[in-house]
């Protein structure tokens, strides 16, 4: 039987407000979010405490890429500002991933999670060829995915068509986040592979990025209970208030 997996809203908004209003919609035991470059680059670390500071948990989808010692110094700044999740480029090679690895584990149980980023999901074979990679994309993205867990990084993002062919390869322990995920017979938006929420819990996911199904809703609160609903409901298990 999967289990149940947690939901990380994504706060896509420029300002502050707007992506407060929608914390402030949301259920009172939804508070994973995810924060990605375009917060963080209008509003910064300050936004990031005022979520922290309300209890909720963060994900901080900075992406980082750089030579190992600056990787290292951004991965203590984020666990200063206590972030659970942060993510990394695996493409950024062995020595960063293990330079951000032992960053992180310098904070002990409380530091951040670091999650890889194998290949953009906007990448298809030929992006891939134009950048000098010959190996097909399921070969590169389970490439660069052993290299950051051997290097200590605690999990991954893959898109749901992904997930499971990872889980098969590394096992139960690493953390799974699948984004681009829909409600079934929802809008796709920009995103090229959708899967609905039971597609990725049956493929192994830990926990789903979900970002317009709920932030672009009329009542996004209503659309984040629904969601879950049909989560529990997939799973068989008893309804639950959020
Ligand atoms: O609005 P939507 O549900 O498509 O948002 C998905 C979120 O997950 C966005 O913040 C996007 O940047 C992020 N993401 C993604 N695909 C990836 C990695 C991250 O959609 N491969």
Do not use: W
Request: contains cysteine; glycine residues 8%.
């Amino acid at each position: 039987m999967p289990r149940m997996p947690e939901l990380i809203v994504a706060l896509d908004f420029p300002t502050a407000a707007e992506a407060l209003r929608c914390v402030q919609a949301m259920p009172e035991n939804l508070s994973f979010y995810k924060v990605g470059l375009e917060l963080f680059t209008a509003e910064g670390p300050s936004f990031c405490r005022v979520l922290v500071d309300k209890g909720h948990r963060l994900f901080l989808d900075l992406k980082l890429h750089d030579i190992p010692n600056t990787v290292a110094r951004a991965v203590r700044s984020a666990a200063r500002l206590g972030v659970s999740f942060l993510t990394v480029h695996a493409s950024g090679g062995r020595e960063m991933l293990r330079a951000a690895a032992e960053a992180a584990a310098e904070a002990g149980g409380q530091g951040p999670k670091l999650l890889a980023v194998t290949v953009l999901t906007s990448l298809d074979a030929e992006a891939l060829e134009t950048i000098g990679i010959a190996r097909s994309l399921s070969e590169q993205v389970v490439r660069l995915a052993e290299l950051a867990l051997e290097s200590g990084v605690h999990g991954l993002v893959a898109s749901v068509a992904e997930a499971a062919a990872l889980r098969a390869e590394f096992g139960p322990d690493p953390i799974l986040v699948t984004p681009g995920i829909r409600p079934a017979g929802s809008e796709a938006g920009d995103q090229k592979r959708t899967a609905t929420p039971v597609d990725a819990i049956r493929a192994g996911a830990d926990y789903l990025v979900v970002g317009r199904p709920i932030t672009a809703a009329p009542d996004p609160g209503l659309a984040a209970t629904s969601l879950y609903t049909e989560i529990r409901r997939a799973l068989a298990l008893p309804a639950q208030p959020l």
